[in-house]
Protein backbone atom coordinates (compact mmCIF):
# COMPACT_ATOMS: atom_id res chain seq x y z
CA UNK A 1 0.00 0.00 0.00
CA UNK A 2 2.86 2.50 1.24
CA UNK A 3 4.88 1.72 -1.86
CA UNK A 4 1.59 2.51 -4.32
CA UNK A 5 0.89 5.48 -2.84
CA UNK A 6 4.62 7.11 -2.77
CA UNK A 7 4.29 6.58 -6.25
CA UNK A 8 2.25 9.16 -6.93
CA UNK A 9 4.83 11.79 -5.99
CA UNK A 10 5.72 11.05 -9.80
CA UNK A 11 7.18 14.23 -11.10
CA UNK A 12 8.03 15.74 -7.66
CA UNK A 13 10.67 13.30 -6.47
CA UNK A 14 13.29 16.06 -6.80
CA UNK A 15 11.05 18.33 -4.10
CA UNK A 16 10.41 15.37 -2.46
CA UNK A 17 14.21 14.75 -1.57
CA UNK A 18 15.23 18.29 -1.34
CA UNK A 19 12.73 19.24 1.80
CA UNK A 20 15.12 16.68 4.06
CA UNK A 21 18.33 17.77 3.00
CA UNK A 22 17.58 21.45 3.32
CA UNK A 23 15.50 20.25 6.90
CA UNK A 24 18.20 18.71 8.34
CA UNK A 25 20.94 21.35 7.25
CA UNK A 26 18.43 24.18 8.87
CA UNK A 27 18.16 21.89 12.59
CA UNK A 28 22.19 21.47 12.27
CA UNK A 29 22.49 25.18 11.94
CA UNK A 30 19.93 25.94 14.61
CA UNK A 31 20.99 23.30 17.28
CA UNK A 32 24.90 25.11 17.26
CA UNK A 33 23.00 28.54 18.16
CA UNK A 34 22.39 27.88 21.99
CA UNK A 35 26.15 26.29 22.26
CA UNK A 36 27.37 29.62 20.25
CA UNK A 37 24.88 31.64 23.26
CA UNK A 38 27.04 30.36 25.93
CA UNK A 39 30.54 31.38 24.24
CA UNK A 40 28.67 34.77 24.71
CA UNK A 41 27.59 34.45 27.85
CA UNK A 42 31.16 32.59 29.32
CA UNK A 43 33.44 34.46 27.23
CA UNK A 44 31.87 37.99 26.53
CA UNK A 45 29.56 38.89 29.88
CA UNK A 46 31.26 36.76 32.73
CA UNK A 47 34.77 37.78 31.03
CA UNK A 48 33.42 41.41 30.92
CA UNK A 49 34.92 41.54 27.05
CA UNK A 50 32.32 43.39 24.26
CA UNK A 51 34.43 41.88 21.72
CA UNK A 52 33.47 39.11 22.60
CA UNK A 53 29.97 39.71 22.42
CA UNK A 54 29.94 41.26 19.50
CA UNK A 55 31.89 38.74 17.86
CA UNK A 56 29.82 35.92 18.88
CA UNK A 57 26.65 37.33 18.62
CA UNK A 58 27.40 38.72 14.50
CA UNK A 59 28.27 34.45 14.59
CA UNK A 60 25.04 33.51 15.89
CA UNK A 61 23.29 36.16 13.68
CA UNK A 62 25.05 34.90 10.61
CA UNK A 63 23.76 31.19 11.73
CA UNK A 64 20.44 32.03 12.41
CA UNK A 65 20.09 33.96 8.74
CA UNK A 66 21.80 30.90 7.25
CA UNK A 67 19.27 28.28 9.45
CA UNK A 68 16.13 30.70 8.20
CA UNK A 69 17.22 30.51 4.57
CA UNK A 70 17.41 26.66 4.51
CA UNK A 71 13.99 26.60 6.71
CA UNK A 72 12.38 28.45 4.11
CA UNK A 73 13.53 26.39 0.87
CA UNK A 74 12.74 23.28 3.25
CA UNK A 75 9.22 24.81 3.27
CA UNK A 76 8.62 25.79 -0.03
CA UNK A 77 9.99 22.53 -1.48
CA UNK A 78 7.58 20.53 1.19
CA UNK A 79 4.25 22.61 0.11
CA UNK A 80 5.41 21.75 -3.85
CA UNK A 81 6.13 17.96 -3.00
CA UNK A 82 3.17 17.30 -0.82
CA UNK A 83 0.70 19.71 -3.16
CA UNK A 84 2.07 18.00 -6.20
CA UNK A 85 1.31 14.53 -4.63
CA UNK A 86 -2.19 15.25 -3.64
CA UNK A 87 -2.94 16.59 -7.21
CA UNK A 88 -1.49 13.12 -8.88
CA UNK A 89 -3.15 10.85 -6.34
CA UNK A 90 -6.78 12.59 -7.29
CA UNK A 91 -6.37 12.31 -10.60
CA UNK A 92 -4.80 8.91 -10.40
CA UNK A 93 -8.18 8.08 -7.91
CA UNK A 94 -10.46 10.03 -10.10
CA UNK A 95 -9.02 8.24 -13.43
CA UNK A 96 -9.51 4.66 -11.53
CA UNK A 97 -13.31 5.53 -10.84
CA UNK A 98 -14.12 6.09 -14.04
CA UNK A 99 -12.83 2.78 -15.21
CA UNK A 100 -15.44 1.03 -12.56
CA UNK A 101 -18.14 -0.58 -13.75
CA UNK A 102 -21.81 -0.07 -12.38
CA UNK A 103 -20.84 -3.12 -10.10
CA UNK A 104 -17.76 -1.78 -8.65
CA UNK A 105 -19.47 2.04 -7.83
CA UNK A 106 -22.25 0.03 -6.15
CA UNK A 107 -19.83 -1.35 -3.80
CA UNK A 108 -18.69 1.78 -2.54
CA UNK A 109 -20.85 4.75 -1.57
CA UNK A 110 -20.89 7.82 -3.39
CA UNK A 111 -20.62 9.83 -0.65
CA UNK A 112 -17.56 7.70 0.61
CA UNK A 113 -15.85 8.29 -2.91
CA UNK A 114 -16.19 11.63 -2.75
CA UNK A 115 -14.46 11.59 1.09
CA UNK A 116 -11.69 9.77 -0.73
CA UNK A 117 -10.76 12.12 -2.74
CA UNK A 118 -11.48 15.21 -0.33
CA UNK A 119 -10.69 14.39 3.48
CA UNK A 120 -8.54 11.34 2.87
CA UNK A 121 -6.25 13.02 0.24
CA UNK A 122 -6.03 16.30 2.31
CA UNK A 123 -5.09 13.81 5.71
CA UNK A 124 -2.70 12.26 3.35
CA UNK A 125 -0.97 15.74 1.91
CA UNK A 126 -0.66 16.90 5.42
CA UNK A 127 0.90 13.83 6.30
CA UNK A 128 3.36 13.86 3.55
CA UNK A 129 4.32 17.11 4.10
CA UNK A 130 4.99 16.22 7.58
CA UNK A 131 6.83 13.55 7.28
CA UNK A 132 8.83 15.47 5.07
CA UNK A 133 9.71 17.82 7.60
CA UNK A 134 8.61 17.70 11.11
CA UNK A 135 9.55 13.85 10.54
CA UNK A 136 12.68 14.79 10.01
CA UNK A 137 13.67 17.61 12.03
CA UNK A 138 12.23 16.72 15.15
CA UNK A 139 14.21 13.54 15.32
CA UNK A 140 17.43 15.41 14.24
CA UNK A 141 16.53 18.06 16.54
CA UNK A 142 16.59 15.06 19.38
CA UNK A 143 19.76 13.34 18.63
CA UNK A 144 21.79 16.63 17.73
CA UNK A 145 20.56 18.41 21.15
CA UNK A 146 20.94 15.23 23.19
CA UNK A 147 24.62 14.97 22.17
CA UNK A 148 25.52 18.61 22.33
CA UNK A 149 24.19 17.95 25.91
CA UNK A 150 26.51 14.82 26.61
CA UNK A 151 29.26 16.95 25.01
CA UNK A 152 28.66 19.27 27.51
CA UNK A 153 27.51 17.21 31.04
CA UNK A 154 27.25 14.10 31.05
CA UNK A 155 26.35 13.69 34.30
CA UNK A 156 23.20 16.37 33.64
CA UNK A 157 22.02 14.31 30.60
CA UNK A 158 20.33 11.83 32.74
CA UNK A 159 17.60 13.94 33.58
CA UNK A 160 17.07 14.47 29.94
CA UNK A 161 17.31 10.37 29.51
CA UNK A 162 14.60 9.70 32.10
CA UNK A 163 12.69 12.66 30.75
CA UNK A 164 12.65 11.08 27.52
CA UNK A 165 11.38 7.52 29.05
CA UNK A 166 8.19 8.87 31.29
CA UNK A 167 6.95 11.27 28.15
CA UNK A 168 7.60 8.06 25.50
CA UNK A 169 5.15 5.76 27.56
CA UNK A 170 2.81 8.65 28.38
CA UNK A 171 2.36 9.94 24.73
CA UNK A 172 2.20 5.90 23.89
CA UNK A 173 -0.73 5.34 25.84
CA UNK A 174 -2.51 8.60 24.26
CA UNK A 175 -1.76 7.51 21.16
CA UNK A 176 -2.86 4.27 21.41
CA UNK A 177 -5.84 4.96 21.98
CA UNK A 178 -6.41 7.32 19.34
CA UNK A 179 -6.13 4.78 16.87
CA UNK A 180 -9.42 3.05 16.99
CA UNK A 181 -11.78 6.46 17.13
CA UNK A 182 -10.03 7.97 14.18
CA UNK A 183 -10.90 4.76 12.55
CA UNK A 184 -14.41 5.64 13.59
CA UNK A 185 -14.28 9.27 12.47
CA UNK A 186 -13.96 8.92 9.02
CA UNK A 187 -16.74 6.24 8.92
CA UNK A 188 -18.78 8.77 10.17
CA UNK A 189 -17.32 11.60 7.92
CA UNK A 190 -19.14 8.79 5.02
CA UNK A 191 -22.56 9.07 6.76
CA UNK A 192 -22.63 12.58 7.11
CA UNK A 193 -21.61 13.23 3.30
CA UNK A 194 -24.46 10.72 2.55
CA UNK A 195 -27.31 12.88 4.13
CA UNK A 196 -25.95 15.97 2.58
CA UNK A 197 -25.61 14.73 -0.80
CA UNK A 198 -28.65 13.18 -0.85
CA UNK A 199 -30.47 16.03 1.06
CA UNK A 200 -29.28 18.46 -1.82
CA UNK A 201 -30.33 16.27 -4.89
CA UNK A 202 -33.72 15.49 -3.12
CA UNK A 203 -34.38 19.42 -2.02
CA UNK A 204 -36.99 19.37 -4.30
CA UNK A 205 -38.93 16.85 -2.60
CA UNK A 206 -38.02 17.84 0.74
CA UNK A 207 -39.51 20.96 -0.11
CA UNK A 208 -42.70 19.63 -1.74
CA UNK A 209 -42.99 17.03 1.46
CA UNK A 210 -42.23 19.94 4.36
CA UNK A 211 -39.56 17.50 5.34
CA UNK A 212 -37.08 20.18 6.13
CA UNK A 213 -37.31 19.89 9.97
CA UNK A 214 -36.72 16.07 9.46
CA UNK A 215 -33.76 16.34 7.13
CA UNK A 216 -32.14 19.05 9.43
CA UNK A 217 -33.02 16.49 12.40
CA UNK A 218 -31.00 13.79 10.59
CA UNK A 219 -28.08 15.96 9.37
CA UNK A 220 -27.73 16.66 13.33
CA UNK A 221 -27.89 13.26 14.57
CA UNK A 222 -25.16 12.51 12.09
CA UNK A 223 -23.64 15.47 12.77
CA UNK A 224 -23.65 14.71 16.48
CA UNK A 225 -22.23 11.76 16.35
CA UNK A 226 -18.80 12.95 14.95
CA UNK A 227 -19.28 16.16 17.36
CA UNK A 228 -18.81 12.83 20.26
CA UNK A 229 -16.08 11.24 18.11
CA UNK A 230 -14.33 14.55 17.30
CA UNK A 231 -14.80 15.02 21.58
CA UNK A 232 -13.31 11.61 22.25
CA UNK A 233 -10.56 11.95 20.23
CA UNK A 234 -9.06 15.72 20.57
CA UNK A 235 -10.02 15.21 24.65
CA UNK A 236 -7.12 12.41 24.08
CA UNK A 237 -4.85 14.90 22.10
CA UNK A 238 -5.58 17.63 24.79
CA UNK A 239 -3.45 15.42 26.99
CA UNK A 240 -0.53 15.86 24.78
CA UNK A 241 0.09 19.34 25.96
CA UNK A 242 -0.36 19.26 30.05
CA UNK A 243 1.92 16.01 30.22
CA UNK A 244 4.27 17.72 28.10
CA UNK A 245 4.43 20.63 30.27
CA UNK A 246 4.98 18.33 33.40
CA UNK A 247 7.64 16.97 32.01
CA UNK A 248 9.32 19.97 31.03
CA UNK A 249 9.22 21.75 33.89
CA UNK A 250 10.16 19.16 35.91
CA UNK A 251 12.99 18.70 33.57
CA UNK A 252 13.89 22.66 34.59
CA UNK A 253 13.72 22.22 38.03
CA UNK A 254 15.84 19.47 38.33
CA UNK A 255 18.13 20.76 36.06
CA UNK A 256 18.28 23.94 37.29
CA UNK A 257 18.63 21.98 41.22
CA UNK A 258 21.51 20.07 40.28
CA UNK A 259 23.20 22.44 37.50
CA UNK A 260 23.36 25.57 39.95
CA UNK A 261 25.36 22.60 41.99
CA UNK A 262 27.54 22.01 39.45
CA UNK A 263 28.49 26.06 38.38
CA UNK A 264 29.33 26.56 42.50
CA UNK A 265 31.67 23.79 42.45
CA UNK A 266 33.14 24.63 39.40
CA UNK A 267 32.27 21.99 37.06
CA UNK A 268 29.99 23.61 34.96
CA UNK A 269 30.49 27.37 33.69
CA UNK A 270 26.84 29.51 33.84
CA UNK A 271 26.52 29.49 30.11
CA UNK A 272 26.99 26.14 29.79
CA UNK A 273 23.87 25.51 32.27
CA UNK A 274 22.11 28.60 30.02
CA UNK A 275 22.58 26.29 26.67
CA UNK A 276 21.48 22.98 28.91
CA UNK A 277 18.12 25.19 29.69
CA UNK A 278 17.62 25.71 25.56
CA UNK A 279 18.48 22.16 24.96
CA UNK A 280 16.14 20.48 27.20
CA UNK A 281 13.30 22.88 25.46
CA UNK A 282 14.60 21.90 22.06
CA UNK A 283 14.52 17.87 23.03
CA UNK A 284 11.17 18.00 24.54
CA UNK A 285 9.46 19.88 21.99
CA UNK A 286 10.72 17.61 19.28
CA UNK A 287 8.90 14.78 21.39
CA UNK A 288 5.63 16.45 21.01
CA UNK A 289 6.31 16.85 17.31
CA UNK A 290 6.98 13.49 17.12
CA UNK A 291 3.89 13.05 19.59
CA UNK A 292 1.92 15.20 16.32
CA UNK A 293 3.51 13.08 13.76
CA UNK A 294 2.03 9.78 15.64
CA UNK A 295 -1.91 11.83 15.83
CA UNK A 296 -1.57 12.66 11.75
CA UNK A 297 0.39 9.31 11.07
CA UNK A 298 -2.97 7.59 12.60
CA UNK A 299 -5.29 9.47 10.92
CA UNK A 300 -3.75 9.29 7.34
CA UNK A 301 -3.27 5.56 7.71
CA UNK A 302 -7.29 5.52 8.25
CA UNK A 303 -7.23 7.29 5.01
CA UNK A 304 -4.39 5.67 3.33
CA UNK A 305 -6.28 2.09 3.92
CA UNK A 306 -9.77 3.24 2.41
CA UNK A 307 -7.89 4.84 -0.59
CA UNK A 308 -5.85 1.88 -1.36
CA UNK A 309 -8.90 -0.36 -1.00
CA UNK A 310 -10.56 2.21 -4.35
CA UNK A 311 -6.78 1.57 -6.23
CA UNK A 312 -6.94 -2.02 -5.11
CA UNK A 313 -10.35 -2.23 -6.47
CA UNK A 314 -10.15 -3.79 -10.43
CA UNK A 315 -13.18 -3.16 -12.74
CA UNK A 316 -15.32 -5.78 -12.65
CA UNK A 317 -15.55 -5.13 -16.68
CA UNK A 318 -12.85 -5.34 -18.53
CA UNK A 319 -12.95 -4.48 -22.65
CA UNK A 320 -12.34 -7.23 -24.76
CA UNK A 321 -9.77 -6.60 -27.80
CA UNK A 322 -12.24 -6.33 -30.49
CA UNK A 323 -12.20 -2.78 -31.30
CA UNK A 324 -13.59 -3.00 -35.29
CA UNK A 325 -17.01 -1.32 -35.82
CA UNK A 326 -19.73 -3.87 -35.24
CA UNK A 327 -21.48 -5.29 -38.11
CA UNK A 328 -24.81 -4.22 -37.36
CA UNK A 329 -27.04 -3.66 -34.68
CA UNK A 330 -28.67 -7.07 -34.27
CA UNK A 331 -28.76 -7.87 -30.42
CA UNK A 332 -29.21 -11.44 -29.18
CA UNK A 333 -29.80 -12.74 -25.97
CA UNK A 334 -28.83 -16.51 -25.52
CA UNK A 335 -30.31 -18.35 -22.14
CA UNK A 336 -29.17 -15.00 -20.40
CA UNK A 337 -29.51 -14.96 -16.87
CA UNK A 338 -28.59 -11.81 -14.12
CA UNK A 339 -28.52 -11.41 -10.70
CA UNK A 340 -27.01 -9.02 -8.09
CA UNK A 341 -24.88 -10.32 -5.28
CA UNK A 342 -25.84 -8.86 -1.95
CA UNK A 343 -22.45 -6.21 -1.70
CA UNK A 344 -23.65 -4.50 -5.19
CA UNK A 345 -21.45 -6.22 -7.30
CA UNK A 346 -22.67 -8.86 -10.48
CA UNK A 347 -21.63 -12.13 -8.57
CA UNK A 348 -23.85 -15.78 -7.21
CA UNK A 349 -25.39 -13.78 -4.33
CA UNK A 350 -28.77 -12.87 -4.70
CA UNK A 351 -31.94 -14.13 -6.25
CA UNK A 352 -31.89 -13.70 -10.22
CA UNK A 353 -33.08 -10.34 -11.75
CA UNK A 354 -33.75 -11.67 -15.08
CA UNK A 355 -33.72 -15.29 -15.84
CA UNK A 356 -33.56 -17.50 -19.23
CA UNK A 357 -33.46 -14.76 -21.53
CA UNK A 358 -34.11 -15.80 -25.17
CA UNK A 359 -34.13 -12.24 -27.29
CA UNK A 360 -33.30 -12.14 -31.27
CA UNK A 361 -33.46 -8.81 -32.64
CA UNK A 362 -32.67 -8.09 -36.08
CA UNK A 363 -30.76 -5.19 -37.06
CA UNK A 364 -32.86 -1.84 -37.65
CA UNK A 365 -35.61 -3.52 -35.76
CA UNK A 366 -37.86 -1.33 -33.33
CA UNK A 367 -38.61 -3.64 -30.23
CA UNK A 368 -40.43 -2.56 -27.30
CA UNK A 369 -40.66 -4.11 -23.69
CA UNK A 370 -42.80 -3.60 -21.54
CA UNK A 371 -43.70 -4.79 -17.81
CA UNK A 372 -44.39 -4.06 -14.59
CA UNK A 373 -41.99 -2.25 -12.12
CA UNK A 374 -39.09 -4.79 -10.91
CA UNK A 375 -39.92 -7.11 -14.18
CA UNK A 376 -35.97 -6.62 -15.18
CA UNK A 377 -36.60 -4.46 -17.91
CA UNK A 378 -33.74 -1.96 -17.41
CA UNK A 379 -31.49 -4.78 -16.18
CA UNK A 380 -31.79 -6.48 -19.57
CA UNK A 381 -31.23 -3.11 -21.44
CA UNK A 382 -27.99 -2.59 -18.99
CA UNK A 383 -26.66 -5.97 -19.97
CA UNK A 384 -26.36 -4.88 -23.97
CA UNK A 385 -23.95 -2.08 -23.39
CA UNK A 386 -21.95 -3.88 -20.77
CA UNK A 387 -23.03 -1.77 -17.94
CA UNK A 388 -23.48 -4.72 -15.71
CA UNK A 389 -22.14 -8.67 -17.25
CA UNK A 390 -24.81 -11.34 -17.40
CA UNK A 391 -24.29 -13.78 -14.57
CA UNK A 392 -25.24 -16.75 -16.87
CA UNK A 393 -25.38 -17.09 -21.28
CA UNK A 394 -24.31 -14.65 -23.54
CA UNK A 395 -25.22 -10.86 -24.84
CA UNK A 396 -24.45 -10.53 -28.21
CA UNK A 397 -24.52 -7.19 -30.37
CA UNK A 398 -23.82 -7.65 -34.15
CA UNK A 399 -23.01 -11.12 -33.60
CA UNK A 400 -19.92 -10.58 -31.18
CA UNK A 401 -20.05 -11.23 -27.96
CA UNK A 402 -20.06 -8.01 -25.71
CA UNK A 403 -17.44 -9.60 -23.66
CA UNK A 404 -14.89 -9.33 -26.66
CA UNK A 405 -15.52 -6.24 -27.20
CA UNK A 406 -14.14 -2.92 -27.00
CA UNK A 407 -15.40 -0.97 -23.99
CA UNK A 408 -15.56 2.15 -25.95
CA UNK A 409 -16.03 0.69 -29.24
CA UNK A 410 -19.56 -1.19 -27.72
CA UNK A 411 -20.33 2.11 -25.89
CA UNK A 412 -19.75 4.09 -29.12
CA UNK A 413 -22.47 1.52 -31.13
CA UNK A 414 -25.13 1.09 -27.97
CA UNK A 415 -26.33 4.41 -26.72
CA UNK A 416 -28.85 3.91 -23.88
CA UNK A 417 -31.24 7.17 -22.63
CA UNK A 418 -32.28 6.67 -19.16
CA UNK A 419 -35.07 7.90 -17.31
CA UNK A 420 -33.14 9.88 -14.81
CA UNK A 421 -31.13 12.05 -17.30
CA UNK A 422 -28.21 13.59 -16.38
CA UNK A 423 -26.85 17.18 -17.71
CA UNK A 424 -24.42 19.20 -16.73
CA UNK A 425 -23.73 22.89 -15.94
CA UNK A 426 -23.10 24.83 -19.38
CA UNK A 427 -24.58 25.55 -22.14
CA UNK A 428 -27.06 23.71 -24.09
CA UNK A 429 -24.02 23.13 -27.09
CA UNK A 430 -21.76 21.90 -24.76
CA UNK A 431 -24.71 19.24 -23.67
CA UNK A 432 -25.31 18.45 -27.03
CA UNK A 433 -21.89 17.81 -27.78
CA UNK A 434 -21.55 15.33 -25.57
CA UNK A 435 -22.92 13.10 -27.65
CA UNK A 436 -20.51 13.96 -30.46
CA UNK A 437 -17.54 16.38 -29.76
CA UNK A 438 -17.22 17.42 -33.61
CA UNK A 439 -21.34 18.23 -34.00
CA UNK A 440 -22.14 20.87 -36.04
CA UNK A 441 -24.70 23.14 -34.80
CA UNK A 442 -26.89 22.08 -38.03
CA UNK A 443 -26.22 18.25 -36.66
CA UNK A 444 -27.09 19.65 -33.46
CA UNK A 445 -30.55 21.10 -34.81
CA UNK A 446 -31.59 18.34 -36.72
CA UNK A 447 -30.99 15.91 -33.55
CA UNK A 448 -33.05 18.39 -31.67
CA UNK A 449 -36.09 18.61 -33.86
CA UNK A 450 -35.81 15.41 -34.10
CA UNK A 451 -36.04 14.78 -30.08
CA UNK A 452 -39.07 17.56 -30.01
CA UNK A 453 -36.29 20.16 -28.46
CA UNK A 454 -36.48 22.62 -30.79
CA UNK A 455 -39.66 23.98 -29.60
CA UNK A 456 -38.49 24.94 -26.50
CA UNK A 457 -35.00 25.86 -27.41
CA UNK A 458 -36.36 28.47 -29.31
CA UNK A 459 -38.37 30.27 -26.68
CA UNK A 460 -35.01 30.62 -24.75
CA UNK A 461 -33.30 34.22 -25.31
CA UNK A 462 -29.58 32.62 -25.82
CA UNK A 463 -31.00 29.89 -28.10
CA UNK A 464 -28.17 26.78 -28.16
CA UNK A 465 -26.20 29.31 -25.76
CA UNK A 466 -28.50 29.48 -22.96
CA UNK A 467 -26.67 28.07 -20.00
CA UNK A 468 -28.00 24.92 -18.21
CA UNK A 469 -27.59 24.83 -14.29
CA UNK A 470 -25.96 22.03 -12.70
CA UNK A 471 -28.18 18.59 -13.28
CA UNK A 472 -30.28 20.72 -15.26
CA UNK A 473 -32.18 22.56 -12.68
CA UNK A 474 -34.01 25.04 -14.93
CA UNK A 475 -35.30 22.99 -16.79
CA UNK A 476 -38.29 20.66 -16.97
CA UNK A 477 -38.27 17.26 -16.54
CA UNK A 478 -39.65 16.44 -19.99
CA UNK A 479 -36.78 19.27 -22.04
CA UNK A 480 -34.07 17.39 -20.04
CA UNK A 481 -35.20 14.07 -21.36
CA UNK A 482 -35.76 15.50 -24.97
CA UNK A 483 -32.38 17.10 -24.61
CA UNK A 484 -30.95 13.90 -23.55
CA UNK A 485 -32.46 12.22 -26.20
CA UNK A 486 -30.93 14.39 -28.49
CA UNK A 487 -27.57 14.20 -27.04
CA UNK A 488 -27.84 10.30 -28.00
CA UNK A 489 -28.66 10.57 -31.91
CA UNK A 490 -26.01 12.80 -31.99
CA UNK A 491 -24.03 9.74 -31.62
CA UNK A 492 -25.30 7.56 -34.92
CA UNK A 493 -25.50 4.64 -32.64
CA UNK A 494 -26.28 1.56 -34.39
CA UNK A 495 -28.36 0.24 -31.32
CA UNK A 496 -30.30 2.78 -29.47
CA UNK A 497 -32.21 2.11 -26.10
CA UNK A 498 -35.03 4.31 -24.70
CA UNK A 499 -35.30 3.29 -20.63
CA UNK A 500 -38.21 4.74 -20.17
CA UNK A 501 -36.69 8.12 -21.61
CA UNK A 502 -40.22 10.10 -22.45
CA UNK A 503 -41.92 9.09 -19.20
CA UNK A 504 -41.91 13.25 -18.25
CA UNK A 505 -43.25 13.82 -21.96
CA UNK A 506 -46.89 14.49 -23.13
CA UNK A 507 -48.13 11.25 -24.89
CA UNK A 508 -48.34 13.73 -28.26
CA UNK A 509 -44.85 14.22 -27.71
CA UNK A 510 -43.52 11.13 -26.84
CA UNK A 511 -45.30 10.10 -30.52
CA UNK A 512 -43.75 12.71 -32.23
CA UNK A 513 -40.22 11.37 -31.04
CA UNK A 514 -41.37 7.93 -32.26
CA UNK A 515 -42.18 9.06 -35.51
CA UNK A 516 -38.59 10.93 -35.77
CA UNK A 517 -36.84 8.21 -34.36
CA UNK A 518 -38.39 5.69 -37.42
CA UNK A 519 -37.48 8.60 -39.89
CA UNK A 520 -34.07 9.48 -38.67
CA UNK A 521 -32.77 6.64 -37.75
CA UNK A 522 -33.93 3.81 -40.11
CA UNK A 523 -30.75 1.43 -40.06
CA UNK A 524 -30.50 1.96 -36.17
CA UNK A 525 -32.34 -0.82 -33.86
CA UNK A 526 -34.22 0.77 -31.45
CA UNK A 527 -35.21 -0.65 -27.95
CA UNK A 528 -38.05 1.29 -26.23
CA UNK A 529 -38.88 0.50 -22.49
CA UNK A 530 -41.38 1.88 -21.68
CA UNK A 531 -44.83 1.45 -19.11
CA UNK A 532 -47.43 2.85 -21.35
CA UNK A 533 -48.63 1.06 -24.28
CA UNK A 534 -48.74 3.88 -26.65
CA UNK A 535 -44.92 4.37 -26.51
CA UNK A 536 -44.08 0.93 -27.20
CA UNK A 537 -47.20 0.14 -29.89
CA UNK A 538 -45.50 1.06 -33.14
CA UNK A 539 -42.58 -1.08 -32.60
CA UNK A 540 -41.95 -4.03 -35.21
CA UNK A 541 -42.30 -6.89 -32.00
CA UNK A 542 -43.16 -5.90 -28.27
CA UNK A 543 -41.36 -7.53 -25.53
CA UNK A 544 -43.28 -8.30 -21.93
CA UNK A 545 -41.52 -8.98 -19.48
CA UNK A 546 -42.80 -10.44 -15.82
CA UNK A 547 -40.58 -11.77 -12.62
CA UNK A 548 -37.55 -11.54 -14.86
CA UNK A 549 -38.76 -13.54 -17.50
CA UNK A 550 -40.42 -12.82 -20.89
CA UNK A 551 -43.84 -14.12 -21.24
CA UNK A 552 -44.20 -13.21 -24.68
CA UNK A 553 -43.02 -11.92 -27.79
CA UNK A 554 -44.79 -10.84 -30.38
CA UNK A 555 -46.74 -7.52 -32.48
CA UNK A 556 -48.71 -5.26 -30.33
CA UNK A 557 -52.15 -6.85 -32.41
CA UNK A 558 -51.34 -9.97 -31.84
CA UNK A 559 -50.21 -9.90 -28.03
CA UNK A 560 -53.79 -8.56 -28.01
CA UNK A 561 -55.13 -11.50 -28.77
CA UNK A 562 -53.02 -13.90 -27.35
CA UNK A 563 -51.31 -12.54 -24.15
CA UNK A 564 -53.65 -11.99 -21.21
CA UNK A 565 -51.09 -9.99 -19.31
CA UNK A 566 -50.59 -7.64 -22.39
CA UNK A 567 -54.18 -7.06 -22.97
CA UNK A 568 -54.84 -6.45 -19.12
CA UNK A 569 -52.41 -3.52 -19.83
CA UNK A 570 -53.81 -2.26 -22.44
CA UNK A 571 -57.51 -2.14 -21.12
CA UNK A 572 -56.13 -0.35 -17.83
CA UNK A 573 -54.55 2.09 -19.65
CA UNK A 574 -57.26 2.67 -22.88
CA UNK A 575 -60.53 1.73 -21.49
CA UNK A 576 -59.61 3.18 -17.49
CA UNK A 577 -57.41 5.84 -18.50
CA UNK A 578 -54.87 4.71 -15.99
CA UNK A 579 -51.12 3.77 -16.41
CA UNK A 580 -49.93 0.49 -15.92
CA UNK A 581 -47.47 -0.42 -12.75
CA UNK A 582 -48.81 -3.82 -11.11
CA UNK A 583 -52.11 -5.15 -13.43
CA UNK A 584 -54.85 -6.91 -11.12
CA UNK A 585 -54.48 -10.13 -10.37
Known amino acids: MLKRLLSQVGQWKWATVATPVFTALEVMMGVLIPYVTSWIIDRGIMAHDL ?14 LVSLTFGVLAGRFSALA ?7 LRKTLFRHIQRFSFANIDKFSTAGLVTRLTTDVSNLQNAFQMLLRVSVRAPLNLIFSMLMCLFISGRLSIIFVVALIVLGFALYAIISRSVKLFNKVFEQYDELNTVVRENVAAIRVVKAFVREDFESGKFARA ?4 YNLFVKTESLQALNHPVMMIVVYSCIIALSWFGARLVVAGDLTTGQLTSL ?3 VMT ?12 VMLTMSAASARRIAQVLDEQPSIVGGDDSSDARDGSVDFDNVSFRYSTDGAE ?3 GDYAISNINLHIAAGETIGIIGGTGCGKSTLAALISRLYDATEG ?5 GVDVRQRDLTALRNHVVTVLQKNVLFSGSIIDNLRWGNPDATLDQCRQACETAQAMEFIATMPDGFDTHIEQGGANLSGGQRQRLCIARALLKRPKVLILDDATSACDTATDAAIGRGLATTLPGTTKIIIAPRIHSVAAANRIAVMKSGKIIAFDTHERLLQSCDLYREIYTLQTQDNGDFDQPNK
Not at 51 to 64: F, K, N, P, Q
Not at 82 to 88: P, V, Y
Not at 223 to 226: E, Q, S
Not at 283 to 289: K, T
Open 51 to 64: AAVWRYGALMLAMA
Open 82 to 88: STGFAAN
Open 223 to 226: AGKL
Open 277 to 279: FAY
Open 283 to 294: ILSALMMLSMIF
Open 347 to 349: GSE
Open 394 to 398: TVKVG
